[in-house]
């Protein structure tokens, strides 16, 4: 059988054509330019924007993943993905998930230029080389600031029964409108009758 060419998340087709284009991207800089003589707007955009660039260093990715925790109260303890080093050592790694149990995906990040409009979360579930689920988060614009901040997906229900016990591969991607992939990253997941089997 001949292999699938992937494409990249950018490239794949949405079940949904929005016909959506973004804003024209400014500066942080050029933002806090506009309306100088407008008090109130400028005390505004400092309670929106801060001070200024949190890192000015370009060599430094604007938007930086540290971590993604699968946050569940059952679990003997949390399941954290420490996404600041290297990405490879995750694909070996399996995580255990015991079926049927909801879960909440957190997602740890920080923006240290300029803004960024529109992060999305998605999240595709493999099972034995076929896609079986595509997930889609809307993160939401951030500006800059020292401070990382979080976002939490609502309350997902974790598979259940013989037919779903198994691996599952799961590519994740944080991109944004404009397309910028600002990590992508693949993990194993198992769907277990109990925690510890």
């Known amino acids: 059988m001949a292999d699938k060419e992937e494409k990249p998340v950018g490239e794949e087709e949405d079940e949904t054509d929005i016909n959506y284009t973004p804003p024209a991207q400014k500066s942080l800089q050029e933002i806090q330019e506009l309306d100088k003589e407008d008090e109130s707007l400028n005390k505004y955009k ?10 000015a260093d370009p060599s430094i990715p604007n938007v930086q993943v540290t971590r993604l925790t699968l946050i569940c109260e059952q679990a003997p303890a949390p399941i954290t993905m420490d996404l600041s080093g290297d990405l490879a050592t995750l694909k070996g790694q399996n995580f255990t998930m015991k079926e049927g149990v909801e879960y909440r995906v957190k997602i740890h990040f920080k923006v240290n230029r300029d803004i960024v409009a529109g992060l999305k979360y998605i999240h595709l579930t493999y099972r034995k080389g076929l896609r079986v689920d595509k997930a889609v988060y809307m993160v939401g614009s951030y500006g800059p600031r020292a401070e990382e901040h979080e976002f939490i997906t609502p ?26 992939d600002h990590l992508s990253w693949e993990w194993n997941l198992n769907i277990k009758k109990d925690w510890i089997e």
Do not use: C, H, N
């Not at 400092?46 to 890192?55: H, K, M, R």
């Not at 309350?155 to 397309?179: C, H, L, N, Q």
């Open 46 to 55: 400092q309670t929106l924007l801060g001070a200024g660039p949190v890192v």
């Open 155 to 180: 309350v997902e229900e974790a598979p259940k029964g013989m037919m779903v016990r198994g691996s599952y591969r799961i590519k994740s991607f944080f991109t944004d409108d404009d397309k910028t």
